[in-house]
Every structure is written in structure tokens, then in C-alpha cells.
């Protein structure tokens, strides 16, 4: 674990977080994330590589266009800083490996639908669907030449993709008859994002996801509607729970689960 890998990983994920600012504007507006290239969404200027760079343009520039001095969100720099971050804890929690490239990869998924669905209530399918996608090629691949990761190794079930299917199956059902008794209050891409998590997380540790967005999104709910910044009309998006939930699952949930089941 040298300081090299750990800077080169803030590094990266920062680049990547500002790719993950670029999705997360276009695709919620139906537009495409390669053309055209990034530009001010206020003036339309052109941004030179010297306004892209990670962090450093945005403090330079104040949070503002250098051609039109629209302020810049402060959202953009908090993604590339949080990826950083989340990059480095990846390396480090992980070390280099193949569980290290999927589960940076699934990362990237989650940080994007937690920002599409905070700001735009919508959980792109463009996103979803490519995730699902490789967790059953992996989960395939895996239980065909025989790798698994380690969180799932001990669930009794000797393949990988039986582990993902059971998984996939529970969340998309466990949200679906969530989504039909609370009628509108959980969207059907909800239904399809723990779908998705539960194939990653694999049985059993979907229950621990499910567990863990339920729970940390009833508590911000109680706590909004207390101090009275939400009212019981306002809907509050589940998506940014699940993905939370996900994301602390893959790195913690086997943790959780041994420590459960042994108290
Ligand atoms: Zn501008």
C-alpha cells in the first residue's frame, strides 16, 4: 500500500468524477455524454483543458464561468473531490485486483443515480441497464472459470450467478411490492435500481442493502419532516438511500452480516 497508488487513485477518481458531473448533467436531459464537448451551460463557450481540470479549475475560477461568470454548481467540485476520495478508500479497502475494477466500476453507477435521482428525481435506465449488464456477465464469467468475491463465498450456494440471481430477484420483488402498497411512493426505477443491487451484493447480503436504505431513508425522512424542511407531500427520493446502502454493503456488508447472525 504506497502512497504512490493511494495519490495516483485520488488522482483518478477525480477525473472520473468529473466525467461522472458530465452524465449526470446530460443524460437526465436526454442529451449525448461524448457530443459535444464540454462546454459553459450558460454561454455555450467551449472549455479549454484548462478549465477541466479536477478541483483546482474550480477554485481557481471562484465557482464561475470564466467567460460568462455563471456560477458553477458547487456540486461539480464536490463529486470530483468525493470520487477522489472514494477512489482512495476503494484502493485501499481492495488493493489491485479484479474486485477492486468491478466494484469501482459499480461505484461510478451509484454516484451518478445518487446525483440523478437528488436532483432530477429520475433514475436513468442508460445507467442502470449497462450495470446490470455486467453483473451477470461477472457473476457468469466468475461462476464459469471460478472466482467469486469474498463477500458472497460463504452463502452455500456453490455458483456465483445463483448467489446474483437470488440476490437481483429479491430486490426487484421486495421493492416492486413496496412500490404497489405504497402507490407512487417508490417509482418503478427504484424497483429496477435494487434489482440491480441485489445482483451485485449477491444473496444473501441484499438483505443487508435493502435493510440499511430502508432504515436510513425512514430516519432523514423522520428527521426532515420534524424540523419541518419537508412536508408529507413533498417526495423524497429513495434512489440516493439504495445507492448509499449499496455502495456501504460491498465494502461492509459481510461485516455486518457475520456480526448479526453470531449476536
Ligand atoms: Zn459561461
Known amino acids: 500500500m504506497s502512497g504512490l497508488w493511494l495519490t495516483l487513485f485520488f488522482l483518478l477518481g477525480t477525473i472520473v468524477g468529473s ?3 458530465v452524465i ?3 443524460l437526465p436531459a436526454g442529451k449525448s455524454i461524448i457530443s459535444p464537448p464540454s462546454h459553459c451551460s450558460a454561454c455555450q463557450h467551449r472549455l479549454p483543458a484548462k478549465d ?3 478541483i483546482f479549475s474550480y477554485l481557481f475560477l471562484r465557482g464561475q464561468c ?3 461568470s455563471t456560477p458553477i454548481p458547487m456540486r461539480s467540485l464536490l463529486v470530483e473531490l468525493g470520487t477522489g476520495i472514494l477512489f482512495t478508500f476503494l484502493y485501499w479497502h481492495y488493493g489491485l485486483g479484479w474486485e477492486l475494477a468491478i466494484t469501482v466500476f459499480y461505484c461510478c453507477l451509484f454516484v451518478a443515480l445518487l446525483i440523478t435521482d437528488l436532483e432530477h428525481t429520475v433514475l436513468p435506465n442508460k445507467i442502470v441497464y449497462p450495470g446490470i449488464g455486467v453483473a451477470l456477465i461477472v457473476a457468469t464469467l466468475g461462476s464459469i472459470f471460478g472466482f467469486e468475491p469474498k463477500s458472497i463465498t460463504d452463502s452455500g450456494f456453490e455458483l456465483w450467478i445463483v448467489d446474483a440471481a437470488i440476490g437481483g430477484g429479491f430486490g426487484f420483488g421486495f421493492l ?3 412500490a404497489l402498497i405504497s402507490r407512487g411512493g417508490m417509482g418503478w426505477g427504484d424497483v429496477k435500481l435494487a434489482g440491480l443491487i441485489g445482483l ?3 444473496f444473501p447480503l441484499v438483505f443487508i442493502a435493502m435493510f440499511l ?3 436510513s431513508g425512514g430516519l432523514v425522512a ?3 419532516l420534524l424540523f419541518k424542511l419537508k412536508s408529507r407531500k413533498d417526495a423524497i427520493p429513495f434512489g440516493p438511500f439504495l445507492c448509499l446502502a449499496a455502495m456501504a454493503t460491498l465494502f461492509w456488508g459481510s461485516k455486518l452480516l457475520s456480526w448479526l447472525s453470531f449476536s
Open 176 to 178: 416492486l411490492i413496496v
Open 52 to 54: 477541466m481540470v479536477p
Open 213 to 215: 436504505a430502508i432504515v
Open 222 to 224: 423522520a428527521v426532515l
Open 200 to 202: 451485485v451484493a449477491g
Open 19 to 21: 466525467f461522472l458531473n
Open 66 to 68: 470564466r467567460y460568462c
Open 24 to 26: 449526470a448533467d446530460r
